[in-house]
């Protein structure tokens, strides 16, 4: 708890805290609602959300007390930035380390590996059996750097074209004709600033930009210097002045630009709009579709960090595997409309498929951020490009 304590303090971060039962702890398995019901024990780990927004952060406070109970491990919540998680790490030695499990963006884990924090190796770890519910590929890399098996997507969100449709009735089907047509719904197009918090605004200048060819698997110095890249940042700087002003400054505020019919048009992630729509912050006339193009498909990984005792990380690997597991899994993506991180699209229920379309579906235009330098670009000087 010392450990605890010093981490809020030093790092001033929006914290959670959430008391588990404490009971002793069981072998890992796929079904969490097999495990016979432990006995109390007195341990503990601290697990880090730099991922989540208000609905997984709801998610979490209720689905944290119910893993601490089956497993036996009081387990701390705490929410916080991945830039203030990566420079707290990086002060830290081996061995001392008081952060068991990360929740993290791609860019997030993308960084922290660059700058040589170490993280257990997750692939093949007996702890951990539900590993192998994941594709072999989703182990290798995120944002382009090679992970090594040592982050686990935990969900995939997923963005595409949402709109009012009591206001827009034939949506665009193409960036190129959302373009053309942009003086239809001059001052309605909403976007969140490219260098806010979320990455929602940069992610949405990066699509646009697919949209009019740009190839991003191409080095940075080079793609800047193709024609996509000049004619893709042209279109946006022009379409840009047919977007509501002032821009969205985080997703709630999109969200009652939404709500007011300020905004009646956007790119933005689905899991989130969906489920801010269940709540009633959204008007229930809000759709979403999809361009051929393809749309930012992105995940939240989990890590371990390897400077934490070596007692920690055993305990911090039954945590994973218990996120893992198919009855956790398939109970977020009930309540998130958030595609899993394992692979058990079979066993999801028709109900969730009759609010968000098919894994099946989604996957074919799902485009995920492989270029952390344009990505950088975007979220640096994109704001820049608006006029």
Known sequence: MKSMLKLCA???????????????????????????????QNQSITFIDTAGGANTQKFFSEMIPKASSELGIKINYVT???????????????????????????????NMIQAGIPFETLENNPEIPNISLIEPSELKEALGIATDGKAAPFWHDQF???????????????????????????????????????????????????GYGVDFSKPFETLQKTAEWTNGINKFSEFSKAFFKPLASEPPVLFQQFASEDVWITEYAIDYTLWSRDQGLLPKSVKSTFFPSGHYGGAAYLAIPANAPDSQKELAAKFVNWMLSEETQVNMMETLWIYMGINKY??????????????????????????????????EKGMDLVK
């Not at 790092?11 to 109390?40: F, H, R, W």
């Not at 991945?82 to 884990?109: C, F, N, T, W, Y």
């Not at 909403?190 to 929602?200: C, E, L, Q, V």
């Not at 229920?349 to 009759?354: G, L």
Request: glycine share 10%; charged share 25%; with cysteine.
């Open 80 to 110: 916080g930035s991945g830039a203030e998680i990566q420079q707290r790490l990086s002060a830290q030695k081996q061995g001392e380390g008081d952060i068991d499990v990360l929740l993290l963006k791609p860019d997030g884990i993308g």
């Open 160 to 210: 595409g074209i949402l709109y009012n449709s009591d206001k827009i009735k034939n949506p665009p089907k193409s960036w190129e004709e959302f373009y053309e047509r942009r003086g239809e719904w001059a001052g309605h197009i909403g976007m969140i600033r490219s260098d806010a918090k979320s990455g929602g605004g940069r992610i949405m200048q990066r699509d646009i930009l697919l």
């Open 10 to 40: 030093i790092m001033t971060l929006s914290v959670s805290l959430i008391a588990g039962c404490s009971s002793s702890p069981t072998e890992s398995t796929k079904d969490n609602a097999s495990n016979p019901s432990p006995e109390p």
């Open 346 to 379: 079979d066993n999801v229920p028709q109900s969730v498929w009759n609010n968000v379309p098919s894994w099946d579906v989604v996957k074919k235009s799902r485009i995920p951020l492989n270029n952390n330098e344009a990505y950088t670009f975007l979220k």
